[in-house]
């Protein structure tokens, strides 16, 4: 069965769905910027600019949700639950490959978010959410593209050196 067809979530569902989802993705870069800022400081940048593109996104929810009057749906905490939960060792990045391995993370839960609003999109019934989500999902490509380029970039020299 396919769910992107049949499946219509209401106003208040579809804004309360994606403002959690962004605001774990916020805190996801915080934590990202954090692990790496002693020993990749351009990492950390790169990081912080993609949390500044979450709270702006959040920022566009919370519009939406005050033209719908529905603000009680993203004024609730969002919960603290990370997706891709990893159990490491270090909290802070202390080597190049423990590095990829959290930028290659990074780049899968960047793929799934811009998955998860692609659905959102899909399934959307609310028109004032039609461009928001839009802008989102070619927002999550750009991020998902940028993060590519930065491993890539960063993992060559890298492999170089181990070589």
Request: glycine fraction near 4%.
């Amino acid at each position: 069965m396919d769910m992107t067809h049949t499946l219509l979530l209401l106003p208040h569902e579809q804004l309360t769905l994606a403002y959690e989802h962004e605001a774990a993705e916020l805190q996801r870069y915080r934590r990202l910027t954090l692990r790496f800022l002693p020993k990749a400081p351009q990492a950390s940048r790169l990081l912080a600019t993609l949390g500044l593109q979450c709270e702006k996104r959040l920022g566009q929810l919370h519009q939406v949700a005050v033209c719908l009057e529905l603000e009680a749906c993203i004024i609730r905490a969002p919960g603290n639950v990370a997706p891709f939960p990893i159990a490491e060792p270090h909290f802070f990045i202390v080597d190049e490959v423990m590095g990829e391995q959290v930028i290659e993370h990074a780049i899968r839960a960047a793929m799934e978010s811009k998955h998860f609003f692609e659905w959102m999109l899909n399934t959307n019934a609310t028109p004032e959410l039609h461009r928001p989500l839009i802008n989102f999902v070619s927002e999550k490509e750009g991020e998902c593209r940028v993060l590519l380029e930065f491993w890539e970039q960063h993992r060559a020299p890298a492999v170089a050196q181990r070589a």
